[in-house]
């Protein structure tokens, strides 16, 4: 690279972490609007985080950057790049071919309108008034429809919601997901019907037992201090707080979770934590030659979400780690579990029961609930739907693959909060993180065969340093496709999913 391309290579890497440090400085703000904003600053919030992201998007569109990639693609030396300049440099060109295609007042009034919606839909939610909430959900999805239509062009796809899932799942398309969904419907359909016919019933009673919020933040720590997440130390970069849904953020040194605590199904808070522990160890784990840079960020949400459910799941409800961390809860709980036999502990955590709650749902069960957001999303921006249908279609959804009956839209339609929140297109990821960790829990058997038989004796490490060396420290170098390919040698299937679940669940069911 010439000394001329790479000053102005330079001058795009110093833009792009200006703008990385601006949208972690959002991060924060939108953390502290979920677990410290007092309830009246809801309509400044929503104007703080509307100017933050039109100040990204200015950013973005900046016309000098315009320059900069105009002059580094027209250099004779631009082919000669590395592929982490090249990537850079893709990653760049395509934020700055999209953002500057969408108006000034598109950004903000959907960054407004994120904020006002989230606020709306918690008092709804909790009135059960899906009336009360439909205006604002209604202004939101005109507003994605906007940006869907104009990016839809931009990128080069075939429909806007195609261009919706683009920004979170790269290069992947509604009719691509279609395809690997109906096929993971029969599988998922499949294992649900043999736990059915098993005659295995759990008693989940065990898990409704009353713990106490303290001794269950002691759990927690515990589980974080398992995995590796740290938030005690003098060099911590995390921190753990209480909010109605949980999630995580941050970026490298600080990267938060939340979780929410239940007395009565004390465990939830024990997988939530799991969950959104594995999302910040990827978010930590991303290479440290690569920060401040586009590619040091995850490869997609997918991707993201085959980290966290893997901790959560291939991890954390699995007989080896549950062998292990029984009699460490029974130490901390106490009288709840006493008596408590590990069998019953196994069949319990793993019971299989259709659930109206996406995140309390099992294993089985899970990719049943993202299908149907799924469907509805894509009938929604095609036009097969509107805001006043989505409670009905939800209901019958829910009968149809789920056998359940939706008493009210809280636990219905209302009962996530990424459509409030401007996250159309987002929840495929989830499901397609199910068939990622299927695809990487499969090579890491081949790997390293002795994993299980370390989990049992509380050793995480052979595993999650498995996904850091594989997974975590590519970043965004690849899409997620060819990153799938590169690891497994495969090309996206649902298969190795599905066997997974028939063979743990097997096991535990006796089918």
Same mark, same amino acid.
């Given at each position: 690279?010439?000394?001329?391309?790479?000053?102005?290579?330079?001058?795009?890497?110093?833009?792009?972490?200006?703008?990385?440090?601006?949208?972690?400085?959002?991060?924060?703000?939108?953390?502290?609007?979920?677990?410290?904003?007092?309830?009246?600053?809801?309509?400044?919030?929503?104007?703080?985080?509307?100017?933050?992201?039109?100040?990204?998007?200015?950013?973005?569109?900046?016309?000098?950057?315009?320059?900069?990639?105009?002059?580094?693609?027209?250099?004779?030396?631009?082919?000669?790049?590395?592929?982490?300049?090249?990537?850079?440099?893709?990653?760049?060109?395509?934020?700055?071919?999209?953002?500057?295609?969408?108006?000034?007042?598109?950004?903000?009034?959907?960054?407004?309108? @994120?904020?006002?919606?989230?606020?709306?839909?918690?008092?709804?939610?909790?009135?059960?008034?899906?009336?009360?909430?439909?205006?604002?959900?209604?202004?939101?999805?005109?507003?994605?429809?906007?940006?869907?239509?104009?990016?839809?062009?931009?990128?080069?796809?075939?429909?806007?919601?195609?261009?919706?899932?683009?920004?979170?799942?790269?290069?992947?398309?509604?009719?691509?997901?279609?395809?690997?969904?109906?096929?993971?419907?029969?599988?998922?359909?499949?294992?649900?019907?043999?736990?059915?016919?098993?005659?295995?019933?759990?008693?989940?009673?065990?898990?409704?037992?009353?713990?106490?919020?303290?001794?269950?933040?002691?759990?927690?720590?515990?589980?974080?201090?398992?995995?590796?997440?740290?938030?005690?130390?003098?060099?911590?970069?995390?921190?753990?707080?209480?909010?109605?849904?949980?999630?995580?953020?941050?970026?490298?040194?600080?990267?938060?979770?939340?979780?929410?605590?239940?007395?009565?199904?004390?465990?939830?808070?024990?997988?939530?934590?799991?969950?959104?522990?594995?999302?910040?160890?990827?978010?930590?784990?991303?290479?440290?030659?690569?920060?401040?840079?586009?590619?040091?960020?995850?490869?997609?949400?997918?991707?993201?979400?085959?980290?966290?459910?893997?901790?959560?799941?291939?991890?954390?409800?699995?007989?080896?780690?549950?062998?292990?961390?029984?009699?460490?809860?029974?130490?901390?709980?106490?009288?709840?579990?006493?008596?408590?036999?590990?069998?019953?502990?196994?069949?319990?955590?793993?019971?299989?029961?259709?659930?109206?709650?996406?995140?309390?749902?099992?294993?089985?069960?899970?990719?049943?609930?993202?299908?149907?957001?799924?469907?509805?999303?894509?009938?929604?921006?095609?036009?097969?739907?509107?805001?006043?249908?989505?409670?009905?279609?939800?209901?019958?959804?829910?009968?149809?693959?789920?056998?359940?009956?939706?008493?009210?839209?809280?636990?219905?339609?209302? @009962?996530?909060?990424?459509?409030?929140?401007?996250? @159309?297109?987002?929840?495929?990821?989830?499901?397609?993180?199910?068939?990622?960790?299927?695809?990487?829990?499969?090579?890491?058997?081949?790997?390293?065969?002795?994993?299980?038989?370390?989990?049992?004796?509380?050793?995480?490490?052979?595993?999650?340093?498995?996904?850091?060396?594989?997974?975590?420290?590519?970043?965004?170098?690849?899409?997620?496709?060819?990153?799938?390919?590169?690891?497994?040698?495969?090309?996206?299937?649902?298969?190795?999913?599905?066997?997974?679940?028939?063979?743990?669940?097997?096991?535990?069911?006796?089918?």
């Amino acid at each position: 690279m010439s000394s001329q391309v790479q000053k102005k290579y330079e001058t795009l890497l110093t833009r792009a972490k200006e703008l990385t440090i601006l949208q972690s400085a959002t991060a924060i703000v939108q953390w502290d609007m979920e677990t410290k904003m007092p309830p009246r600053g809801l309509n400044l919030r929503s104007q703080q985080l509307a100017l933050l992201g039109l100040m990204g998007h200015k950013m973005i569109t900046d016309p000098q950057t315009g320059k900069l990639l105009e002059d580094i693609e027209k250099a004779p030396e631009f082919n000669g790049l590395t592929s982490p300049h090249k990537r850079n440099f893709h990653l760049v060109r395509k934020a700055f071919d999209e953002a500057t295609k969408l108006p000034e007042d598109l950004v903000f009034e959907t960054a407004k309108q @994120q904020t006002i919606g989230v606020g709306v839909w918690k008092k709804a939610k909790a009135a059960k008034d899906y009336n009360m909430f439909k205006p604002e959900l209604k202004k939101m999805i005109e507003l994605r429809q906007r940006a869907a239509d104009i990016l839809m062009k931009v990128k080069g796809v075939k429909t806007p919601y195609d261009a919706l899932i683009d920004g979170f799942e790269p290069n992947m398309t509604a009719e691509m997901i279609t395809a690997v969904f109906d096929e993971m419907r029969v599988g998922l359909i499949g294992v649900l019907k043999k736990v059915n016919n098993s005659g295995v019933e759990p008693d989940t009673s065990i898990l409704s037992r009353l713990v106490p919020i303290e001794t269950q933040r002691r759990i927690s720590d515990a589980a974080m201090e398992f995995i590796g997440y740290d938030t005690k130390s003098d060099n911590a970069g995390g921190r753990l707080d209480e909010t109605e849904h949980p999630f995580t953020n941050g970026y490298y040194d600080d990267v938060r979770i939340t979780t929410h605590y239940h007395e009565d199904r004390w465990v939830s808070s024990l997988y939530s934590v799991l969950h959104e522990g594995g999302h910040a160890l990827y978010e930590q784990n991303c290479p440290r030659e690569y920060i401040y840079q586009p590619i040091g960020s995850a490869a997609s949400f997918g991707v993201h979400e085959s980290q966290s459910r893997f901790v959560e799941n291939m991890v954390g409800k699995s007989p080896e780690f549950l062998v292990y961390i029984l009699p460490r809860l029974k130490k901390i709980i106490g009288n709840p579990l006493r008596g408590v036999k590990l069998w019953d502990f196994i069949l319990a955590v793993n019971e299989v029961i259709p659930s109206k709650i996406r995140i309390e749902a099992d294993e089985v069960t899970y990719g049943l609930h993202i299908i149907i957001r799924f469907e509805m999303e894509r009938d929604i921006f095609s036009g097969k739907l509107t805001v006043d249908d989505l409670p009905q279609v939800w209901n019958e959804k829910y009968n149809k693959y789920l056998g359940l009956e939706i008493e009210n839209d809280s636990e219905g339609v209302m @009962q996530d909060i990424h459509w409030a929140n401007g996250l @159309q297109g987002y929840f495929p990821s989830y499901a397609l993180g199910n068939i990622y960790g299927g695809m990487f829990l499969n090579k890491l058997k081949k790997d390293i065969p002795e994993w299980r038989k370390e989990l049992k004796k509380g050793n995480i490490k052979p595993a999650m340093t498995w996904m850091k060396e594989n997974v975590q420290s590519k970043g965004a170098l690849y899409d997620p496709a060819d990153l799938i390919k590169g690891i497994t040698e495969t090309k996206l299937t649902v298969k190795p999913f599905i066997n997974y679940l028939e063979k743990k669940y097997g096991k535990i069911y006796r089918f």
